[in-house]
């Protein structure tokens, strides 16, 4: 079964996103001194997650301009890192919102269905773009490989955090996107703490996937450098785990 086209989407939308992929290729031509590795890697059926790491709001431009397929997020509601302007484009492909502190179930059931019907699905483990270095997966990834039979695409994506640095000084970032071996499907059994632990275990994995791809001194909780793990201590706590959502939006 090839990757599908989710049937939420209409020709309305597969018109809008046919245009906003002309202009992120062209945007990354442009602005960026782009490589992609291994893109001979990606599996031509589905159904597929897509996991990267998460260092900038541009990421899932990224994975736009590398997967030449139907291709389907979920994210976070709020992107508080991110230029006004630059917010509008995920509403204009259109994903699946997880807004903050209210649960991502009708998230996670969108993305599910995209799955079960052969799709792919990017996801950024790590839940937002706080950092950059990698960090621990929060459960959500985990549980819809379990729940779908998804193998997993970990992809590393580096340099674009150098993005606007270097259009300020007048050159452009060299990006990698370095594309690894997909892995699974996985599997949990088990209920309640049992099944949480596996689903953790599980998320351990994916991000050590992600690891290899970006470079040592980003690979934070993952890397094998003793110094490298101990620097980046404090920087899986989640920024919005106290606040309200209607704070996250001011």
Not at 56 to 63: C, I, N, S, V, Y
Not at 119 to 141: C, D, H, M
Request: net charge positive; hydrophobic share 40%.
């Amino acid at each position: 079964m090839s990757i599908s086209q989710s049937n939420s989407r209409g020709p309305a939308r597969r018109a809008i996103r046919r245009l906003l992929r002309l202009i992120i290729h062209c945007a990354f031509r442009l602005l960026t001194r782009l490589e992609i590795v291994g893109a001979e890697k990606i599996p031509h059926q589905g159904p597929l997650l897509i996991v990267a790491n998460h260092f900038h709001f541009a990421d899932p431009l990224a994975l736009i301009r590398v997967f030449p397929g139907p291709l389907e997020f979920i994210g976070g509601a709020q992107m508080p890192f991110a230029p006004r302007l630059v917010r509008a484009l995920p509403k204009l492909w259109g994903y699946h919102a997880v807004h903050r502190g209210t649960g991502a179930r009708d998230a996670l059931r969108g993305a599910e269905d995209v799955l079960r019907a052969g799709g792919a699905v990017g996801i950024f483990p790590e839940g937002g773009s706080w950092a950059s270095v990698l960090r621990p997966a929060r459960p959500g990834t985990a549980f819809l490989a379990v729940r779908t039979g998804a193998r997993i695409l970990p992809i590393g994506i580096d340099g674009l955090v150098d993005l606007l640095p270097a259009l300020f000084r007048g050159h452009r970032a060299r990006v990698i996107v370095h594309i690894g071996e997909a892995v699974g499907p996985f599997e949990a059994s088990g209920r309640g703490r049992e099944r949480r632990i596996q689903l953790d275990e599980i998320g351990e994995t994916i991000m050590k996937c992600i690891a290899p791809l970006i470079p040592p001194e980003r690979r934070g909780y993952y890397s094998t450098d003793p110094q490298v793990r101990a620097a980046a201590k404090g920087t899986e706590i989640y920024p919005w785990a106290t606040r309200r959502t209607d704070e996250q939006e001011t």
